[in-house]
């Protein structure tokens, strides 16, 4: 089955293109996750055929059946990526192979079929190449991309799959939250956990995303930007937002960030941090860190920044921390220097404005 190492991909370009004049203007403000490219990647698999028909082709809607096992058991995954321009013009990726490591290990806790990892990193490449004309013009944009699979057998028993959906999706994206460079406020969600031991945590699964969003909604009720979670066993340990790690700035020069005990997701922002950061001279530690030393550090003043990371929007402080007992501030309430620095010498690798001395960046075109 999956033993297939390479498939050819039917390039299929759309007869019916975005006009030229109309995408430049929609590339102007592409917000985030509304806009998207005339293409997409799309590979098939059934038990019978392994992976198959792999075709890059115009963005089109796709007929389901209502028992299209996924919409009933929700066994799906996805990834989130990026294509950036780099200064001297030419397009590349960050780290693909890492998504393409993780899309496998989410594939296997999801009971799915593992897509090759060179399959993974062709789709994306291929689409890439096509959609090439849709680079936002923005300061800070870029080409999201949004490789994701699916149960699509028609069958409501109860049992892994034996038909799959893969796709890629292109979307162009200026920044990601709509406060810019300022700090985020966070709301601790006292009720709700987001995955527990032996769970599904670190996968990037939808059904992750789907048990956090009344976590998200009381968050935006009570004016925050985004929800931390807890650990579920003992409602104490700092884990991770809904969409993004966490670090801790310690006024000794000590980064501490929650290890990954399977209930975390394992960011390869947070990978790359952590590589920056001891070549900064930091001491990065993963290890557990309470939600009371948080605050008590944070009042003490031993604690100086507190920043989240991922893809979407790369590094961005926190500066107040809200829960139903009251709240906190982290140091001035805004972003904080290492944060910046961290942020920045991340950005200019990702940009090709620093030297890539761990080749993480991967040149296209
Ligand atoms: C995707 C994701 C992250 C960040 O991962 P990156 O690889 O850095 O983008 C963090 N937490 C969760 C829950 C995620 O889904």
Request: aromatic letters at 10%.
């Given at each position: 089955?999956?033993?297939?190492?390479?498939?050819?991909?039917?390039?299929?370009?759309?007869?019916?293109?975005?006009?030229?004049?109309?995408?430049?203007?929609?590339?102007?403000?592409?917000?985030?996750?509304?806009?998207?490219?005339?293409?997409?990647?799309?590979?098939?698999?059934?038990?019978?055929?392994?992976?198959?028909?792999?075709?890059?082709?115009?963005?089109?809607?796709?007929?389901?059946?209502?028992?299209?096992?996924?919409?009933?058991?929700?066994?799906?995954?996805?990834?989130?990526?990026?294509?950036?321009?780099?200064?001297?013009?030419?397009?590349?990726?960050?780290?693909?192979?890492?998504?393409?490591?993780?899309?496998?290990?989410?594939?296997?806790?999801?009971?799915?079929?593992?897509?090759?990892?060179?399959?993974?990193?062709?789709?994306?490449?291929?689409?890439?190449?096509?959609?090439?004309?849709?680079?936002?013009?923005?300061?800070?944009?870029?080409?999201?991309?949004?490789?994701?699979?699916?149960?699509?057998?028609?069958?409501?028993?109860?049992?892994?799959?034996?038909?799959?959906?893969?796709?890629?999706?292109?979307?162009?994206?200026?920044?990601?939250?709509?406060?810019?460079?300022?700090?985020?406020?966070?709301?601790?969600?006292?009720?709700?956990?987001?995955?527990?031991p032996g769970g599904t945590g670190a996968a990037k699964c939808?059904?992750?995303?789907?048990?956090?969003?009344?976590?998200?909604?009381?968050?935006?009720?009570?004016?925050?930007?985004?929800?931390?979670?807890?650990?579920?066993?003992?409602?104490?340990?700092?884990?991770?937002?809904?969409?993004?790690?966490?670090?801790?700035?310690?006024?000794?020069?000590?980064?501490?960030?929650?290890?990954?005990?399977?209930?975390?997701?394992?960011?390869?922002?947070?990978?790359?941090?952590?590589?920056?950061?001891?070549?900064?001279?930091?001491?990065?530690?993963?290890?557990?860190?309470?939600?009371d030393q948080w605050e008590a550090d944070a009042a003490s003043?031993?604690?100086?920044?507190?920043?989240?990371?991922?893809?979407?929007?790369?590094?961005?402080?926190?500066?107040?921390?809200?829960?139903?007992?009251?709240?906190?501030?982290?140091?001035?309430g805004g972003p904080g220097q290492l944060t910046q620095r961290?942020?920045?010498?991340?950005?200019?690798?990702?940009?090709?404005?620093?030297?890539?001395?761990?080749?993480?960046?991967?040149?296209?075109?």
């Open positions: 089955m999956a033993d297939v190492q390479s498939l050819d991909f039917r390039i299929e370009p759309s007869s019916t293109p975005v006009p030229a004049a109309q995408r430049t203007q929609l590339l102007e403000d592409p917000g985030f996750g509304t806009l998207f490219t005339d293409h997409m990647a799309i590979i098939r698999y059934s038990e019978a055929k392994g992976w198959h028909d792999a075709a890059i082709q115009k963005r089109e809607s796709i007929a389901m059946d209502p028992a299209s096992s996924v919409l009933h058991y929700a066994q799906e995954i996805f990834e989130g990526m990026k294509a950036y321009r780099l200064s001297d013009g030419a397009t590349a990726l960050f780290r693909p192979e890492e998504n393409a490591r993780r899309f496998a290990d989410s594939a296997r806790r999801m009971a799915m079929p593992v897509l090759p990892e060179d399959m993974f990193l062709q789709s994306v490449e291929r689409l890439v190449d096509l959609d090439r004309e849709w680079f936002p013009s923005v300061e800070g944009g870029s080409l999201y991309l949004r490789p994701f699979m699916f149960a699509s057998e028609v069958f409501l028993g109860v049992r892994p799959a034996k038909e799959y959906l893969y796709l890629v999706l292109a979307s162009p994206a200026g920044g990601y939250f709509k406060s810019g460079a300022s700090a985020i406020t966070i709301w601790v969600s006292q009720d709700y956990s987001r995955a527990a939808g059904g992750n995303y789907a048990a956090s969003l009344v976590a998200q909604a009381e968050a935006i009720e009570k004016k925050c930007d985004q929800v931390v979670f807890l650990d579920a066993a003992e409602q104490r340990w700092v884990e991770e937002l809904g969409g993004m790690n966490l670090f801790f700035v310690m006024d000794d020069g000590k980064l501490i960030t929650p290890p990954l005990t399977g209930t975390i997701l394992p960011g390869i922002t947070r990978k790359s941090i952590m590589t920056l950061a001891r070549e900064e001279g930091l001491e990065v530690v993963e290890q557990p860190y309470a939600i003043g031993k604690l100086v920044e507190t920043f989240a990371c991922g893809t979407a929007a790369v590094v961005t402080a926190v500066g107040t921390v809200r829960s139903s007992k009251g709240e906190f501030t982290i140091g001035s961290l942020k920045n010498r991340l950005v200019d690798i990702q940009r090709g404005l620093a030297p890539d001395e761990h080749n993480w960046v991967k040149r296209l075109f």
